[in-house]
């Protein structure tokens, strides 16, 4: 079975996220945190570990790339594939992320339809 985990601050961003999950493949368990302590928290309950984090990257308390900087530091989890899930256009952000060891960076999409076609790229791959 398969898992994934979206860390997100905005809620109906994270309706819409799994909502596509879904779609794609009801089998597909999708866990949300709303921070990455949240989101660290959740990984250290969770028995199966997911096969993505999808990551956005300002949210209060505990941002995405210090949330990858504790993701990285830890032996369970450093292997988990984190693509960057962000409002953020700045092609630093981009190279931030992926020095911290993002796989990827997405714009957020506009539509349910991109979320759809980006999300099964990513599930069709593992």
């Known amino acids: 079975m398969m898992s ?14 799994c909502e596509a999950i879904k779609l794609i493949d009801p089998r597909i368990v999708c866990h ?6 949240q989101a660290l ?3 250290n309950e969770l028995v199966l570990l997911p096969e993505f984090i999808f990551l956005d990257l300002n949210m209060p308390l505990f941002n995405g790339k210090e949330f990858l ?5 830890s032996r ?3 292997d988990i594939h984190v693509v960057m899930y962000s409002t953020s256009k700045n092609p630093k952000d981009e190279v931030d992320c992926k020095k911290l060891g993002a ?16 999300l099964n790229r990513f599930i069709a791959k593992a």
């Open 41 to 43: 928290n959740l990984l």
């Open 69 to 73: 900087i504790e993701l990285r530091r």
């Open 103 to 118: 796989i990827d960076f997405i714009v957020k999409p506009s539509t349910f339809k991109e979320v759809h076609h980006h």
């Open 32 to 37: 949300v945190a709303k921070d990455g302590l």
């Open 4 to 17: 994934i985990l979206y860390v997100d601050d905005d809620i109906d961003d994270q309706d819409i996220f």
């Open 76 to 78: 369970k989890f450093r």
